[in-house]
């Protein structure tokens, strides 16, 4: 099948830079996704938009290339419930990548299983509304108690706005929980303002929340972009981000988010981003933590 593009689709940037910042040895990138390719893996019919292709092949050159190690692989939402996509590149990782699914209460325990098999470790619940319709809150659920015996774990999207209605049901959730963007904060308000204090707070008092501190290219509205060699890009989200790797070191995850779906501004440089990363976990005991420890002990705690 072919596919057309949504309207001012931005591509991922081809022939990123080589960081200057060399990540830690064993570093993964967990927060990543793959877009079909859709002649081989079609997008889904009830899909928002319609991206470029981003293969499996162009994920670990990308991985290669900025030095990383591992990839977690996220079902992104152009794919629905068709987790076949992602659950190709973990398998063709040989090991080296583990997932993150979007099910349906429909999905059968097999199903789950060969997920599993494939290295898929969690699923995602997203309630960003440019992105996803409305699932009820009682079939996530069920799909957390189900998920849950696997050992997996649940990664949520939303917004700050969002999160005092999301609160009850994020907090009754069995499992660990992973925020996608640090619950993507405005930048523009004040760091120690209600909103992001709630964020903190909601971290500080449920020791099952972890958070991505990814994304500075979507949050950022004052940049600079992390395009053409700049060293110090996304000033703006460095303090938020700062804070919850200094606070929480220890459930902290860090992924690039190529192919970075939806960008409307500019497409960063994936090695420029790498190079964001001193400026928010400042010493090589954090960037440790970030990079390697905190997401093997959540993804690969056999090898631990
Ligand atoms: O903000 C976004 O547009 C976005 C979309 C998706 C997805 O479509 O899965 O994933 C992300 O991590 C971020």
Redesign the pocket.
């Known amino acids: 099948m072919s596919f057309q593009k949504t309207a001012g689709w931005l591509d991922w940037y081809a022939g990123p830079a080589k960081p200057t910042f060399i990540v830690p040895p064993g570093s993964v990138d967990a927060?990543c996704?793959v877009f079909g390719p859709g002649a081989e893996f079609p997008f889904a019919p009830e899909r928002k938009?319609t991206p470029c292709d981003a293969s499996k092949q162009q994920l670990f050159a990308l991985r290669d290339q900025l030095g990383f190690a591992r990839n977690v692989i996220?079902?992104?939402?152009?794919h629905g419930a068709d987790n076949r996509a992602m659950a190709d590149a973990c398998r063709a990782s040989e090991g080296k990548a583990r997932g993150i699914a979007t099910v349906r209460r429909s999905v059968s325990d097999d199903e789950l299983q060969a997920l599993h098999d494939a290295g898929v470790r969690g699923v995602r619940f997203?309630f960003?509304k440019r992105?996803v319709d409305f699932t009820p809150k009682d079939e996530l659920l069920e799909i957390a108690g189900r998920i849950a015996k696997l050992g997996w774990h649940v990664v949520i999207?939303f917004e700050a706005q969002d999160l005092p209605e999301l609160w009850d049901f994020f907090t009754a959730l069995p499992t660990t929980i992973v925020v996608?963007?640090m619950g993507r904060p405005d930048v523009t308000k004040p760091i120690d303002g209600p909103e992001f204090e709630l964020f903190v707070k909601f971290m500080r008092e449920h020791p099952n929340v972890w958070s991505k501190v990814s994304?500075p290219e979507?949050l950022s509205v004052a940049g600079p972009p992390a395009l053409n060699g700049e060293q110090a890009a996304y000033r703006d989200v460095v303090p938020f981000a700062r804070r919850i790797v200094e606070t929480f070191p220890d459930r902290v995850l860090w992924g690039t988010?190529w192919p970075h779906?939806?960008l409307k501004d500019h497409m960063p440089d994936d090695g420029l981003l790498v190079d964001f990363i001193p400026h928010i976990a400042t010493t090589p005991e954090l960037q440790k933590k970030l990079l390697v420890t905190n997401p093997m002990r959540l993804y690969w705690p056999e090898e631990v």
């Open positions: 927060h996704h938009y996220v079902q992104a939402t152009c997203n960003v992105l999207y996608d963007h994304c979507r988010d779906p939806n």
